[in-house]
T-cell receptor, first 115, second 111 residues
Framework: GNSVTQMEGPVTLSEEAFLTINCTYT??????LFWYVQYPGEGLQLLLK?????DKGSNKGFEATYRKETTSFHLEKGSVQVSDSAVYFC??????????????FGKGTLLTVNP | SQTIHQWPATLVQPVGSPLSLECTVE??????LYWYRQAAGRGLQLLFY??????ISSEVPQNLSASRPQDRQFILSSKKLLLSDSGFYLC??????????FGPGTRLLVL
């Protein structure tokens, strides 16, 4: 079945540091890949996505490239801010019939950015 | 634009009491709807999904049930809560493609 493995952290960085959160996946076929972000006490927000190999998703300074050869979708940001402190989830989609897709999530990575 | 609502935001219930959590979506028709649970310090577990009124698929056997009485309403229920039902419950919707959009969540504490 489908699975997602991401570094569990927690990750603690200073403001303006470079961020990488690793994510690898196992899936049949060619899933779409996602990063979601969860700020304290809130639901999940879509951060970025990529739907096919070599696609790069980007948003708010975050980037991730869909690497089919290494089955990876690592999240990067060149200069983090205190406001980026949150839990980050990597996920992949799998078709479960018709227009319905199921998301398989990693366990999440807690990022804390100190001023 | 589409919005998704969940209520209540927070709930404290005694063991053995019933539960009803509600999720509604605005601005779209015939969405796919999902219920997830997020236990403390853990990832998300898909509990139920629905592709239409009255159509419910269960992902894991458990103490909970779901219903979809209207096109944009999704309800999570239990007849008797267990301590292990505590967690953060998230509703999500999608339409026509893979991206799911999440609500603000309901934090449930069973004592």
């Amino acid at each position: 079945g489908n699975s997602v493995t991401q570094m569990e952290g927690p990750v603690t960085l200073s403001e303006e540091a470079f961020l990488t959160i690793n994510c690898t996946y196992t899936a049949t076929g060619y899933p779409s890949l996602f990063w979601y972000v969860q700020y304290p006490g809130e639901g999940l927000q879509l951060l970025l996505k990529a739907t096919k190999a070599d696609d790069k998703g980007s948003n708010k300074g975050f980037e991730a490239t869909y690497r089919k050869e290494t089955t990876s979708f690592h999240l990067e940001k060149g200069s983090v801010q205190v406001s980026d402190s949150a839990v980050y989830f990597c996920a992949l989609s799998g078709n479960s019939g018709g227009s319905n897709y199921k998301l398989t999530f990693g366990k999440g990575t807690l990022l804390t950015v100190n001023p | 634009s589409q919005t998704i609502h969940q209520w209540p935001a927070t709930l404290v219930q005694p063991v053995g009491s019933p539960l009803s959590l509600e999720c509604t979506v605005e601005g779209t028709s015939n969405p796919n709807l999902y219920w997830y649970r997020q236990a403390a310090g853990r990832g998300l577990q898909l509990l139920f999904y629905s592709v239409g009124i009255g159509q419910i698929s269960s992902e894991v056997p458990q103490n909970l049930s779901a219903s979809r009485p209207q096109d944009r309403q999704f309800i999570l229920s239990s007849k008797k809560l267990l301590l292990s039902d505590s967690g953060f419950y998230l509703c999500a919707w999608s339409w026509g493609e893979e991206t799911q959009y999440f609500g603000p969540g309901t934090r449930l504490l069973v004592l």
